[in-house]
């Protein structure tokens, strides 16, 4: 209580007046997005503690966010994340690059040892060796012992004929476009850009074919079925929901849904400005909207959201860690019901 904080954010006319005065505080707090814009003007200043929060936001070297971040000094810096390895190794050796330049060698060093010998026994061994010293791992299980149990379940849902055949379709005409283009492009990185963009669109369709365009007129898809029985069942039982999708057009969908049955909600994706933001979480929190959607991207961390006891993954993530992190803003400290 007895430091002295400034929360930097604002426009830019505001910041510059807040610049003045950083000298009088204590602590600084602003986020990835402005100390790109700013990091100029931090360039002569030292600070004590540099302290990294939702590291994953540094796991690309090339990164904006990395090489601000990695242009601050200070004497000592501190990356907190929960999930450290989110695509590869290589998003490690990013974080320690910032946090302990040199401890993990070069890039194609680091390539060579640990990052191609993922399977090598040996290698992880000498890996975990190398980093554990600089490493405080707290597990949930370690600090909160009096939470209440986490139940997960596994809805697999069945399509309709009519959905088959049309899945059927889209996944041969998909398979005979990406071989056509086979030819054409010859980088890697393109063509697994091109299979990424094929494999979305198809986990598109098992959300609901409108997704992919208007003309696959569907009044409701069975997934949505699937989940309005979920919701019907939580609802009647007073509980509370957080609903997760990795895609926007989803999440309308729900959305309409929703208004359609007279269910309150609170809506956040990537594109909801800060202060709605607060708003939402503050409102749910407070009681007010029996479902909460988010957006998986702009949701997975940093909110606390522990009045929801029910959370829903509409379309599963392919990191589980990601998934885990997203279900946690409802099982965390303050929760006191069980939460599925």
Partial sequence: PELKV??????????????????EYDVVITSYDLLKRDVEVYKDMVFAIQAIDEAQYIKNQKTKNALSVKRLKSHHRFALTGTPIENNLDDLWSIFNIINPGLLGSK??????????????????????????????????DVL??????????????????????????????????EKNKLEINKTGQRRLQILSALTKLRQFCCDPSLLGKELKFKSSSKTDAFKDLLDEALSGGHRLLVFSQFVGYLTIIRNLLEK??????????STPEKARAKAIDEFQTGIGDVF???????????????ADYVVHLDPWWNPAVEDQATDRAYRIGQTRPVN
């Fill in 6 to 23: 400034m929360v930097l954010a604002g426009t830019a006319k505001v910041r510059k007046e807040a610049f003045l005065h950083l000298q």
């Fill in 108 to 141: 194609s060093d680091f390539h060579k040892k640990f990052a191609n010998a993922s399977d090598d026994k040996i290698a992880n061994r000498m890996l975990k060796l190398l980093i554990s010293p600089f490493i405080l791992r707290r597990l949930k299980g």
């Fill in 145 to 178: 012992e009096d939470l209440p149990p986490r139940t997960e379940q596994v809805i697999t849902v069945e399509a309709s004929q009519r959905e088959k055949e049309l899945y059927e379709t889209l996944r041969l005409s998909t398979l005979e476009d990406l």
């Fill in 261 to 270: 049955e007279g269910i309150s909600y609170q809506y956040l994706d990537g």
């Fill in 293 to 307: 959607l988010i957006s998986l991207k702009a949701g997975g961390q940093g909110l606390n959201l522990t009045g």
